[in-house]
């Protein structure tokens, strides 16, 4: 008789704060893991349903840089004592010797869960590929198999003590792309001599282009300004025309060069349309190791960057590992730290640094196509305790739900804290974010 038949929706998600330009709470209506409609009151009813009550609701953070075959081996064999990146490449030695795939696998599996908790959906994670058994290649590989149906993870293959200066070193990297990993990583600035690193790089894009393959390598991780590769990756994303598949990672020692150059060499880099990712957490923590005062920080230019519509996200990198002792994957956690250390405390500079972890890493990942909360993407989101980006980063907003393709992966239950001074009980509701707290009368 003509009447619509209104389906039963998987799930709905009502009263959701959505970003900017949305003004007024909205639904959002999924089925089949896909966002079938946003509404500011969906009439269809649904198998389940979050009363998001005005809190912010955003796409999953995506981490751009993490290594999760070193997660969680901090002190083994031994602790990193210089807190140096080169002792901790000398403990990680020590420590990739004594691998295997469930060793691997469990470590792993425990990083991305602490991430998922977090309200990360996409994982880029460099794995270290100087091995000739490639274990932990193995052991990420079916990680990511497994956890496909949730979280979305790339794997780069990273050759930790170089192309050329690890014996077999290029003929390990081949076989790591061959055996199923989605980038083509290198580590320019340890290779022997400058030439090396250079050719090294030709090595890594001739790779991805052969095998088509996306590149991401650690670029410039190191305070000595006379280290620059980024301008030699800036130049072979032009001339390959892989341009925006291309991602330079760290690239700390841009933090070291002089303006002149630095202003030179980042209209290239826009002009080959290249991503940077930075590492605040780690950067802050192991660069300037070898000066005295002044210190440098080390983080590379994610203002400037910004500003000149470059595209920057951020990683975790290590997560409890012989470089970072610390960590509980929350990208929350390492913006709060690009914030700080990159100066990025005007409003939309904040604005800028929560999409560094969210439409910029989607971009770095190149998987802008399926991301964002629209109509026909992959229902993917997470309802932060938070009224918007900037809160959240502020307060570290708990992710009270996580969703992945319509099912809901991860809840919290955000803390609360009752403080007595002599005049009766206060609630401290960090969760708040205008009211800040209530006291009882
Ligand atoms: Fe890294």
Partial sequence: CGRKEI?????????????????????????????????????????????????????????SHVHLDTAMTAGQPRWNKSGTLFEGIECWSERKALLSEQDVLERATAAVTWEVAHGVLHIRSHVDICDPGLTALRALLQLKKTMAPWVDIQLVAFPQDGILGYPGGARLLEDAIKAGADAVGGIPHYELTREDGVESLKTVFSLADTYGRLVDVHCDEIDDEQSRFVEVMSALALRTGLRDMVTASHTTAMHSYGGAYAAKLLRFCARSGINFVANPLVNIHLQGRFDTFPKRRGLTRIKEMTQMGINVSLGHDDILDPWYPMGTGSMLDVAHMAAHVGQMMGTEEQDAVFRMITYGGARTLHIEDSYGISVGRPADLVVLDASDGRDAIRRQAVARFVVSHGRIVSQSVPAHTTVNLGDGDCEVDFQMSQAGNSREE
Avoid: C, K, Y
């Fill in 7 to 63: 389906p039963v929706l998987d799930l709905i998600v009502r009263n959701a704060r959505l970003a900017p330009p949305q003004t007024e709470l909205s639904d959002i209506g999924i089925l089949d893991g896909a966002f079938v409609e946003i509404h500011p009151r969906i009439g269809a009813e649904a198998r389940q349903t979050i009363d998001a009550a005005g809190l912010f609701v955003t796409p999953p953070f995506v981490e």
